[in-house]
């Protein structure tokens, strides 16, 4: 077991269920400093682990485990973290609670605050969903979180998001074999046709012009269609997946007695230092999308990832996209740096 | 009944098998002139009839009755001309050939000169999937074909266009309902399935940003959904969906004796004048592969419908882009126009 697990004993949800013996997992890399001041937040993404994140962090990168303390937590509904394939009835399978992005957050600062002692963040960051996570942490604790940067996501999910994923979420449960989530086996069928419908979502359609399954070594689109994605979504469980699905659909950051639905007001409450980084060809959260979100926020900048590699931009398939990513990050902490350089020259000189 | 029917008797498509009492249901409108010279052709889209093309027809439109003669020809599969619906044993069904876009355009050629005695077309214009037929029809017969007006077309499908495709067709299929092709009543699970995941594909992001959908008078995002998505495929027949699904993945104007698979030759082939219309927010036809298609011809401009109505550019839910299609529309003809002119300046010096 390469991971930690957080189990506070009872976590009330949004939707007012408790999830009893909630269960986090989570991975840190590096030390957490006396000060402790150089925390980052690293959340997960859709259908991902702690492992899928780990190709931001290294010595010499951003996320460089030899200066910073960096805290991966998993998505609840991920399969590690509470799940419905791993929660104990009555809230298995189909009656596992409906969480939100909402949630995630609070039960990450639960475990930051109860385990750890952090107050204070020096960057939250994360690819997609995790770049929703990373929206929701800056608005809803704007003093605490120094610098954010989300990558190919948004601080709510758009209406055509929205349908996407409806799309996919239709495809499965029509599956008979689903039965309403009962299921003894995983719906084989259903889960297959969910790849196959998601594959035209996640890469872009300049991905596909170039043939770039070839270079990825499969023989055929065909090929590419099957062995890729058919088997990513035979992989997981159908559930997990269903549960995953609603949080990513409901997520917005003003959906809480915060903000009570006024999503400028959550994004304008945000005074981190901020890159916001979406994909050119991103077709789930275009950089359309993202400017106008960058243009409620007080602090943030747009730098859009020049990537074909559609809703992949700043994903692990292509260097030149975690070089991109890996830049933006070093310069957005190079100023936190700065700012611990100045705290450590009060420090001396107080002496 | 509103339309004509063209029944040759025989008919041998690409893939080697007969279609007999092949059904070719055509509508036509205005008046055949004198010397042939006033025709346009018409074809029509996936799932739709020759009354889904009426919007572009009418008396001070560049489509006007009152001087061109203009034949609209349904698209094999579409449940009026030959399809698996409406053929009889041993044929029907699951049984019914796939047909190319190169199969249409044959069978179309065959009705024009055999019933009209028509060889030159003034103008092939056809949205969607008529515009891969126009662009079929320009790279076969170049020396007949005049003008071309391909929009929100290609062609020849894009490997994501095929995706996307595979992706809606592999949610019909899942159904076990659809029982191979042989259902005694419509898969409905699949068919509404279907159009949900259908729903992100037709409109683009910006449209559902905007909540076009609340314009058009549905109450909400899901009654969208059910009310117009989910409606629109149940009224389909399974089989022929799939059928004309086939003929849209296949597309590809060079696939045939002609050019042997030489796209850039096929394209190279076409020497109508033509105005390229692709929607600036299509995820099916992007301006992008247009604009290498028309780089690819000798006689031919780009023009990009500044629409957010996604694939659904050019169609009629827009008065606006109905308005620029039409004015493209009377600008290719007008040189036609001066060309009979010109035709009649000559023949008339010549008495």
């Known amino acids: 077991m390469d991971y930690q697990v957080y189990e506070p004993e ?33 959340p997960t993404r859709f259908g991902g682990t702690h492992v899928d994140n780990e190709y931001l962090i290294g010595e010499g990168m951003a996320l460089d485990p030899t200066k910073y303390f960096i805290v991966v937590p998993n998505l609840l509904g991920n399969g590690l973290s509470s799940s419905p394939s791993n929660t104990s009835i009555p809230f298995d399978r189909s009656r596992f609670p409906q969480l939100t992005v909402h949630d995630n957050v609070l039960l990450q600062e639960k475990l930051l605050r109860e385990v750890f002692g952090i107050e204070e963040i020096a960057l939250v ?3 997609s969903m995790a770049a929703q996570q990373a929206y929701h942490w800056a608005a809803l604790f704007p003093d605490r979180v120094k610098r954010l940067a989300p990558i190919a996501g948004s601080a709510r999910t758009s ?49 596909y012009r170039k043939h770039m399954y070839l270079d990825l070594g499969y023989s055929s689109l065909e090929d590419y269609l099957v062995a890729y994605w058919e088997a990513v979504y035979l992989k997981r469980d159908a559930n997990d997946i269903l549960a995953m699905i609603w949080t990513w659909q409901h997520a917005d950051l003003s959906d809480n007695d915060i903000f009570n639905g006024d999503y400028e007001a959550a994004l304008g409450a945000i005074t981190a230092k901020t890159i916001v980084m979406p994909g050119r060809t991103d077709m789930y959260f275009p950089p359309k999308d993202s400017a106008i979100e960058v243009g409620l926020m007080s602090n943030a900048e747009l730098r859009v990832i020049p990537s074909i590699w559609g809703h992949y931009a700043g994903g692990p398939a292509s260097a030149d996209d975690v070089s991109f990513v890996d830049t933006a990050l070093k310069e957005l ?3 936190n740096d700065l700012m611990m350089e100045r705290l450590d020259y009060c420090r001396a000189s107080s002496n």
Chains 1, 2 share one sequence.
Request: glycine fraction near 10%; hydrophobic fraction near 40%.
């Open 125 to 127: 960051v994360g690819w």
């Open 333 to 335: 902490l190079s100023s």
């Open 10 to 42: 009872d976590f009330v949800v949004r939707s007012g269920l408790t999830l009893r013996n909630a269960r986090l997992v989570y991975k840190t890399y590096g030390v957490l400093n006396e000060d402790k001041s150089n925390v980052i937040l690293y």
């Open 159 to 207: 209406p055509h998001n929205y349908v996407f994923l409806e799309g996919v979420k239709t495809v499965l449960i029509t599956d008979p074999e689903w039965r309403g989530g009962w299921y003894d086996k995983q719906p084989q069928a259903g889960l297959r046709a969910m790849g196959r419908v998601w594959a035209g979502w996640a890469l872009s359609h300049e991905f």
